[in-house]
């Protein structure tokens, strides 16, 4: 046998005993059984502790917007400003009635449209339509009840919806997501005692839904104008409480 064949020979069974050494080693692991691995000098991961915390109060509002339009038809459009303006001021002398001040009016600009009418391909311009929407602000539930009911009574005045609000609510916000940072990094505390550790540095913060970390409940009235709408049905139709929660999603350094 020459030296050529010889080699070959010793490579054909080194490959064999590699090959039997591997499999056997792979035979010995039980499904399931974690694998140890050891973070490398560069690139490695520590261990972290992830949880989820969330919280949810309800506050009494204090502050209710009504969202309202003024819609006007006819074919002057100089007599429809006209018109409008009267009209818008008699809206704000009956909210002044109301204790409602024009700084608590919002007006919007005001819109004007074409109407047209169709004969035989044919088009033809049948008048203007101008527009103008109001959010009137009160503190007082009863009060933005009344200011329905009043607008309601109202044929050129459309009503789409009353929101209850917090005035405070951006410090309630403020306030609600620091006791859900604060309970998410006592959970992860707790986990991390556990099992023998302690937190290390926090790694990530992130909202677990919503905006901001905080998510919006409000319940709203789209009023409709009936005459007969019991001025105690309309009072229970405006909300008196805004719920706001808060969840967040924590990420810590284990130190064991």
């Known amino acids: 046998m020459n030296k050529v064949t010889?080699?070959?020979?010793f490579l054909v069974?080194?490959?064999g005993f590699l090959l039997l050494t591997t499999d056997n080693g792979c035979m010995n692991m039980k499904p399931g059984q974690?694998?140890?691995n050891v973070p490398s000098a560069?690139?490695?991961?520590?261990?972290?502790?992830?949880v989820s915390a969330s919280e949810s109060r309800k506050y009494e509002a204090n502050e209710f917007v009504t969202v309202a339009m003024l819609e006007l038809r006819g074919r002057d459009k100089e007599l429809l400003y006209k018109q409008l303006?009267?009209?818008?001021?008699?809206i704000f002398e009956q909210m002044n009635k109301l204790d409602i001040q024009n700084t608590?009016?919002?007006?919007?600009s005001v819109d004007m449209r074409k109407e047209w009418s169709y004969d035989k391909g044919t088009r033809s311009l049948t008048g203007y339509v101008v527009s103008q929407s109001f959010a009137i602000r009160c503190s007082s539930r009863p009060v933005a009840a009344a200011a329905v009911a009043v607008l309601s009574a109202e044929l050129d005045v459309e009503i789409?919806?009353?929101t209850a609000r917090l005035k405070s609510e951006d410090s309630l916000r403020k306030e609600l997501v620091l006791l859900v940072g604060k309970k998410a990094l006592d959970?992860?505390?707790?986990?991390?005692?556990s099992v023998g550790g302690s937190l290390g540095k926090v790694i990530s913060v992130s909202e677990n839904g919503g905006n901001d970390g905080v998510v919006y409940g409000r319940t709203v009235l789209g009023a409709a104008k009936f005459n007969d709408y019991s001025e105690d049905a309309m009072l229970a139709s405006i909300a008196d409480s805004v719920s706001i929660s808060a969840s967040v999603h924590l990420v810590v350094e284990l130190i064991q």
């Open 104 to 108: 608590d009016i919002e007006q919007n």
């Open 6 to 9: 010889l080699g070959l020979v």
């Open 13 to 15: 069974v080194l490959l």
């Open 160 to 162: 789409d919806r009353t």
């Open 187 to 193: 959970k992860a505390g707790s986990y991390a005692e």
């Open 85 to 90: 303006e009267a009209r818008r001021q008699a």
């Open 42 to 50: 560069f690139g490695g991961q520590s261990a972290t502790v992830k």
């Open 34 to 36: 974690p694998s140890l």
